[in-house]
């Protein structure tokens, strides 16, 4: 169980899955980097994705937004694939848009950033468990 809540760790993972459209914070162009294997691993498993670049304008044939701020109302849920020192400024985003589930991937959390969506009320992932394992990412 992670601190503040009483889901479990299966619990907080089914709940962020639950969503309809998951954004992913720290999308990359670059095929090797886990920004660009966390946003394939979606577009694998055939869920609605939108990657946040603030450079980029479309990463696997997929158009980017700018920040968090950009993304539609209906995503409900992001996986964090960012330092801890941007985590933390994604995390405050994340709670003025409304966004319920974060899922910080391993090397991406903070302490910091945890406190703060979880004082928030938020779902938050961030106990080491990884997207592409649970979802079964492959390389093409």
Same mark, same amino acid.
């Given at each position: ?6 889901m479990?760790?299966t ?5 962020f899955?639950?969503?309809?459209t ?8 670059k ?7 966390v ?11 939108i990657p ?7 990463? /696997?044939?997929?158009t980017?937004?700018a920040?968090?701020s950009d ?7 992001l996986s ?7 985590? /933390? ?13 974060l899922w910080?991937?391993?090397?991406a ?16 992932i961030?106990?080491?468990s ?11």
């Amino acid at each position: 169980m992670v601190r503040g809540s009483t889901m479990t760790i299966t619990e907080r993972i089914d709940t962020f899955l639950g969503a309809d459209t998951f954004g992913v914070v720290g999308a990359s162009s670059k095929p090797h980097k886990y920004g660009n294997k966390v946003l394939r691993c979606y577009q694998q498993n055939r869920h609605k994705v939108i990657p946040v670049n603030p450079v980029e304008k479309e990463i /696997e044939g997929l158009t980017c937004v700018a920040s968090v701020s950009d993304l539609p109302k209906h995503v409900s849920s992001l996986s964090i694939i960012t330092p801890p020192q941007v985590t /933390e400024q994604v995390v405050d985003l994340a709670i003025s848009r409304g966004v319920k589930n974060l899922w910080m991937q391993p090397g991406a959390e903070s302490e910091a950033a945890i406190a703060m969506a979880e004082a928030a009320g938020l779902n938050v992932i961030a106990d080491g468990s990884c997207l592409l394992v649970v979802l079964g990412y492959h390389e093409h």
